[in-house]
């Protein structure tokens, strides 16, 4: 059964950069076929994509979002991670990492959630 | 603002149908899939592909689709199907993902 954890800061500072990583168990990111994905959800609103990357390492991003976000692969540790640059408080939201198949957008795994504020 | 469209609130009478439906230029050309979230969680999928259901959704579940809507139906609503629903798909340029803006669905 794979499972997916977020880990990272609760609290980050307006103007730097938010960091979270998703640790993947019960099976292996470099496993053909999938795209590992964040996706947020801003306090009592809905869900929001914010882009993924595919085992090959291509990267898609919300256009939204395009020019701060950084979505990467650690194949050594098993993890993707996520970089918003230049937060501000509109970023303060629950942050889920999750697993799509091939069609990119059937998300069966997801973890549970972190919760991360922008507040200096 | 989202490229599907929700209804916000859907309210149905227990052991009742109810449908909840979505919205998009792109469902003409790409399935949805639909979650249930209930509150601090995350979300679940219970319908990918039109009409499949992972392991463990129950049958009561199933979806549809017709031109530029799917539709998600819960046949003999239950109490703890009281949840928010979304629905997601691909965007009219197929490169990006989208969600519906959720529908709140009440069992009265």
């Known amino acids: 059964q794979v499972q997916l954890q977020e880990s990272g800061p609760g609290l980050v500072k307006p103007s730097q950069t938010l960091p979270l990583t998703c640790t993947v168990s019960g099976g292996s990111i470099s496993s053909g076929g999938y795209y590992w994905t964040w996706i947020r959800q801003h306090p009592g609103k809905g869900l929001e994509w914010i882009g993924n990357i595919y085992y090959s390492g291509s990267t898609y991003y919300n256009p939204s979002l395009k020019s701060r976000v950084t979505i990467s692969l650690d194949m050594s540790k098993n993890q993707f991670s996520l970089k918003l640059g230049s937060v501000t408080a509109a970023d303060t939201a629950v942050y889920f990492c999750a697993r799509a198949g091939t069609d990119g957008y059937n998300f069966a795994y997801w973890g549970q959630g972190t919760l991360v504020a922008v507040s200096s | ?108």
């Open chain 2, 1 to 108: 603002s989202s490229e599907l469209t929700q209804d916000p609130a859907v309210s149905v009478a227990l052991g009742q149908t109810v449908r909840i439906t979505c919205q998009g230029d792109s469902l003409r050309s790409y399935y949805a899939s639909w979650y249930q979230q209930k509150p601090g969680q995350a979300p679940v999928l219970v319908i990918y592909a039109k009409n499949n259901r992972p392991s463990g959704i129950p049958d009561r579940f199933s979806g549809s689709s017709s031109g530029n809507t799917a539709s998600l139906t819960i046949t003999g609503t239950q109490a703890e199907d009281e949840a928010d629903y979304y629905c997601n798909s691909r965007d009219s340029s197929g490169n990006h993902v989208v969600f519906g803006g959720g529908t709140k669905l009440t069992v009265l």
